[in-house]
């Protein structure tokens, strides 16, 4: 089973630049989220989705870009990189909660190191 | 808002007990998760309490008091790979449905 699947997994950017970080799951899940891990802190919530269509700011969206066109795909873009956007980024997605036994449950993609300097 | 605490860090010897206590704060509250997380990785689910009261895995149980808003993970037989950083985190009723929002986390070290 591939899961969550995010690229890639480790990028280096100059200020300025504009990239986007993939995502894809395979579980059919309606929710998908990002978030960011900067060292030694927690993960806060930048974009979520609840459906193609459908997205909505975080608690840190500023900078960043969302889109949701499939149930599968879930991709994240920084606009004009800044080295405060160093950090880890994880997609992670859930199932439905009425719908899917898994609607309580995140799964993770392996992380995305970005370094911007 | 959502807001959650736990110790920062918490540590403990192999073969010993730890709890890593959280407490949240927040509205349309569906239930509390833990997760673990080894450095360099991703967060990996461990349970969760969608009820009041103990849920057992293994060597994890968590336990749930809705009405103190309040959460424990309890680690029994403590092994070296338990060091981790461990996340609660709260799943919640928003505009579309669901969300989540995560404590801080606590680092626990196991020593020898």
């Known amino acids: 089973n591939a899961g969550v699947t995010q690229t890639p997994k480790f990028q280096v950017l100059k200020t300025g630049q504009s990239m986007t970080l993939q995502c894809a799951q395979d579980?059919?899940?309606?929710?998908m989220s990002w978030y960011r891990q900067d060292p030694g802190m927690g993960l806060r919530l930048i974009h979520y989705?609840?459906?193609?269509?459908?997205?909505d700011q975080g608690e840190v969206p500023n900078g960043y870009n969302v889109s949701r066109s499939t149930t599968e795909d879930f991709p994240l873009r920084l606009l004009s990189a800044a080295p405060s956007q160093t950090s880890v980024y994880f997609c992670?997605?859930?199932?439905?909660?009425?719908?899917?036994?898994?609607?309580?449950?995140?799964?993770f993609g392996e992380g995305s190191w970005l370094t911007v300097v | 808002g959502q807001s959650l605490e736990q110790p920062s860090e918490v540590t403990a010897v192999e073969g010993a007990i730890v709890q890593i206590n959280c407490t949240y704060q927040?509205?349309?509250?569906?239930?509390l998760s833990w997760y673990q997380q080894h450095d360099g990785g991703a967060p990996t689910f461990l349970s969760y309490?969608?009820?009041?009261g103990l849920e057992e895995t293994g060597r994890f149980s968590s336990f749930l008091s809705r009405s103190d808003s309040y959460g424990y993970l309890l680690l029994q037989e403590l092994q070296m790979k338990d060091s981790a950083s461990y996340f609660c985190?709260?799943?919640?009723?928003?505009?579309?449905?669901?969300?989540?929002?995560f404590g801080p986390g606590t680092r626990l070290s196991v020593l020898p």
């Open positions: 992670a997605s859930s199932g439905e909660t009425d719908r899917d036994r898994s609607g309580n449950t995140i799964y």
């Open positions: 579980m059919n899940h309606e929710y």
């Open positions: 989705s609840v459906g193609a269509g459908i997205t």
């Open positions: 927040t509205s349309g509250f569906y239930g």
């Open positions: 309490n969608g009820l009041d």
């Open positions: 985190a709260v799943r919640f009723r928003d505009n579309y449905g669901q969300n989540f929002v």
